[in-house]
């Protein structure tokens, strides 16, 4: 499957954003998703993830309340919400899929998914 995000750019403080990732290439309803940010000189940390129905959701502490994740099976996207976005959310953001065959599965760790999209920039001014 092939991954691509969007939707990041420059906000102030407070304001809201809306990232969003198009699949395409297979059975995109077949694969858990997430999301994950990079800073620079850190690692990539987990920010939220959705298992393939939608059903089950998961969020790092530091985003809870915030954002929100969602899908659109029928439209081969994830969505990204995020509100009330503070400085320390800025990062390149990236999505990810890996294939779950169903069930409740998500995943939290990078090296658990096989797709990944380019990444969007995200900046947060305070």
């Known amino acids: 499957v092939q991954l691509q995000a969007f939707g990041g750019g420059l906000v102030q403080a407070g304001g809201s954003l809306r990232l969003s990732c198009a699949a395409s290439?297979?059975?995109?309803?077949?694969?858990?998703v997430g999301w994950f940010r990079q800073a620079p000189g850190k690692e990539r940390e987990f920010v939220a993830a959705?298992?393939?129905?939608?059903?089950?959701?998961r969020y790092a502490d530091s985003v809870k309340g915030r954002f929100t994740i969602s899908r659109d099976n029928a439209k081969n996207t994830v969505t990204l919400q995020m509100n009330t976005l503070k400085p320390e959310d800025t990062a390149v953001y990236y999505c990810a899929a890996q294939a779950s065959y169903g069930g409740s599965v998500l995943y939290e760790y990078p090296i658990q998914y096989d797709y990944w999209g380019q990444g969007t920039q995200v900046t947060v001014s305070s």
């Open positions: 959705l298992n393939w129905s939608g059903s089950r959701t």
């Open positions: 290439g297979r059975t995109f309803s077949a694969y858990a």
